[in-house]
């Protein structure tokens, strides 16, 4: 009780009396979010407007004698002729360590009845994307936990890797097994008065969800939460009942909370989910303010929408803070149609796509990685040298499979050397099933990996390699515990370690029977 | 109403041919009338309306709204005259209004900027501030 004393005292002994100066405009129509409003003459743009009563709005539109205003928050109590005034403000939200394990919604209130949030730093929500001096190349994995991901296509600290796909493919799935990986890892090195070892950086997570389901958010929020990651998580949202503004924006309040790790020399990770959803709530925005609409009716400047929102995820110099934010934006396709606007121009803006296919999916090809089409344009040099050296000839092994085994339908009789590369080709995509929530460590991943690719699935049956992965997995954390360590500490598969890790396989194989 | 860009000019145009020295006078915007009369725009309300909207905030840039609970003497309004009228560069008439909700102190409108001194006001600060 003190302290509120307290602190209304120092409000009134620094409250500076005299005349406050503010530019005031009349809402002249208001309609689904969007207010016109006459006056305004100081307003800038981008600025925050105060309707009174605690709502806000940003002036988006500047025009001769009008200003148009998107609203955040209810907008249900304001109405023509109500005034409204500047703040000479820019939309700030809050950031810092005290949002982790918080659900926060676009503005970065709390929404999960846990208080008020434990923050002194706020960073305005638009910030201009890191240039080019700051900037260093990505070298650093971010590890997805996803055997085929972390293989054939590997993510960096500080890449934009997009993934895409249509309704019902497992693209949050991928999303959330890599945020429970990064506490997993971070669980892992974390000493027990919960601070990390010098030279290891922990990754912290900030799960945007656009437009979804309050019922979905909820059960990833659980998800989180059954798996110990929601400590490391940052969670902001804004469902399909929030208005358009919040829509919109929840995204960018998402980046300026990673940009504040990425500035303070960590790493941070960040899943848009989804792009699509932003886009439609950019594009009602714009209709509604009667900008021109191009193709599809989004306005001319979506491209931009989505290109200064993933131009801020970057890895930093030592000069610049050392830390870097890696993002993973979401877009859903419609039947698989990659060429649509949105889906190609975020395509054009990241480094890289993880394309998921419905065929895949339903033939229980879980996760749905289409390996074709998937790629990563600058992972591979963040790559560790266990996972290098095993999962170097993956990729195209699997795409010589996919061809042979279309030619092989038609004909019986195969040379030999085609044959093992069938069979092979097949014992692969079944190494690949993983189940969801169950992100896999990259040294136990680089000996199941070495595993099948020097023949000790050979003598397994194909419908048997899920099975048999899971009990090589309980066996490679268990009994060769000792060989995965080493290999986690040197990340590379040494001479010595590869004797070694041939001894547990020979154990095993020799122990198991399906 | 919708916006003609063509009107919206001509509406322009009238506000500024209704100044004497910068200041809108009665007698000008007499002179603009009758003019508008003989003209006989084809939209001749449409105009009307519009340079109304105009004139309304031309007005307003030139007229200090100094709302306060209890009655100001001349010389402070005199006083609020001359400090706006320099501080905008052009001269700024002042006008009372009573608003008891203030409590104590002054809030001037001029145009669009409101100038706030008033009790009620810094209450109201002061709450979101502590908030």
Redesign the interface.
Known sequence: MSSIVE??EN??AS?Q?????????KIVSIADGVAKLE????AMYNEMIDFGQGVYGIALNLE?DEVGCVILGDYSKLKEGDEA?TTGKLLSVPVGMGLLGRVVDAIGNPIDGKGPINSTETYPVDQIAPGIIPRKSVDQPMQTGIMSIDSMIPIGRGQRELIIGDRSTGKTTIAIDTIINQAKINNQHRNEDGTFPEGFRPVYSIYVAVGQKNSNIARTIAVLEKAGAMEYTIIVSASAGDNPANQYIAPFAGASMGEFFMNNGMDALIVYDDLSKQAVAYRQISLILKRPSGREAYPGDVFYLHSRLLERSARVNEDNGNGSLTALPIIETQAGDVAAYIPTNVISITDGQVFLETDLFNQGIRPAVSVGLSVSRVGSAAQIKAIKKVAGKVKLQLAQFRELAAFAQFGSDLDAKTKAQLERGARVVELFKQKAFNPIPVEVQSSLIYAVQNGYFDAIDVAKIVAATSSLRDFLETRGAKVMDTIRAEKAISDATEAALKTSLAEWVAGFSA | MKRDQKI?RLAKKLVELSKDNGVVTEAKVGEVLAGLKQVQHRHHLTVLKTFLNYLRREIALQTAVVSTPAALSDEALKAIEATYSKMYGRPVTAVTKQDTSLIAGVR??V???????SVA??LQ??AE??K
């Open positions: 602190q209304i409000e009134i409250f009396a005299g005349a406050v100066k503010s530019n005031t405009g006056g305004l003459s100081g001769e005034s | 919206t001037v409108r145009g669009d900027d409101v100038y706030d001194a006001g810094r600060r002061l501030n502590v």
